[in-house]
Structures are given as C-alpha cells and as structure tokens.
C-alpha cells in the first residue's frame, strides 16, 4: 500500500512539473507562418504539458523556426524562461493574428513576460528575431490559426 502510495505521487509530481519527468527538448508538428515577406516554421503547442515544456532544453534554433502557443481562449498569457538555454523573443497575439505586443526573454531566468491583453496565441523565436525584421505591435501575422491562409 505505501508503495503505491508513493508510486502515485512521483507520478503526480513528475506530471505536475514536466521540468522534472522532461530532459530533452520536445518535437511538435510544424506549421507555415507569415510575417510580411518572411516565412516561420513553428511547432505549435496546444496542450498545457506542451505549453509548460515550450522550447526548454534546446540549445539551437534555425533562423526562421519558432513554437507557437495556442490557447483555448484568450487570457491573458505569462511566459518565462526557467530550463531554457538560448535567448527568446515573444509575440503576444491576438485571435485575428495582430501582434499585441513583443518582450525580449533572457535565458534561465523566472521573470514573468505577459501579453499586455487576452490573447490566444503567443510565438517564441530566437532573441531580436521580430526587432530585426521590423515586426512590431499592430503588425499581422498570416496563417492557418489566424484564420487566413500562408
């Protein structure tokens, strides 16, 4: 009996804290995303496990890859960075793909990072990634979650 009993709350501790029961990065499938001229290949997180994993654990990302956040409503949406080795921007963004707002994340850190409104979306690329591509709030992202085609 208590060995189940601690069989249970390892198990409910290593889900509650994916940090934990996660030591390499997470693969998701990938969808095309456009930002004016410029392509995105993200991985799309919708589960709350998958939002809790997000990018930790990678050392690299290519230039134009990212993870995308997809919520079931929108809310207003936190991130940080705890467990995540390379330098992050991120995108808050609305339901029709407007960019609400946009913070630049240091890595291993627990500084909150939240969208300025409810959003639905939120998308991760490599630090300075939006900034040097002139994409700012108000700018509209393309793509299927946007409701409009890439």
Do not use: Y
Request: aromatic content about 6%; hydrophobic content about 45%.
């Amino acid at each position: 009996m208590k060995r189940a009993a601690a069989a249970l709350a390892t198990a409910t501790l290593l889900w509650t804290t994916p940090s934990l029961a996660q030591t390499a990065p997470q693969k998701l499938p990938t969808i095309a995303l456009g930002a004016g001229m410029h392509n995105i290949r993200a991985e799309v997180a919708t589960t709350p496990e998958q939002h809790q994993i997000g990018l930790m654990f990678r050392t690299a990302m290519g230039t134009n890859e990212g993870m995308l956040f997809i919520f079931e409503r929108p809310a207003q949406q936190c991130f940080w960075m705890k467990n995540t080795l390379i330098p992050l921007s991120v995108a808050f963004i609305s339901e029709d793909g407007t960019v609400v707002n946009i913070e630049e994340m240091a890595p291993q850190t627990l500084e909150s990072h939240c969208s300025l409104k409810p959003v639905r979306h939120v998308l991760e690329m490599n630090a300075g990634w939006f900034a040097r591509r002139g994409i700012k709030p108000g700018t509209r992202l393309l793509g299927a979650p946007f409701g409009t085609p890439r």
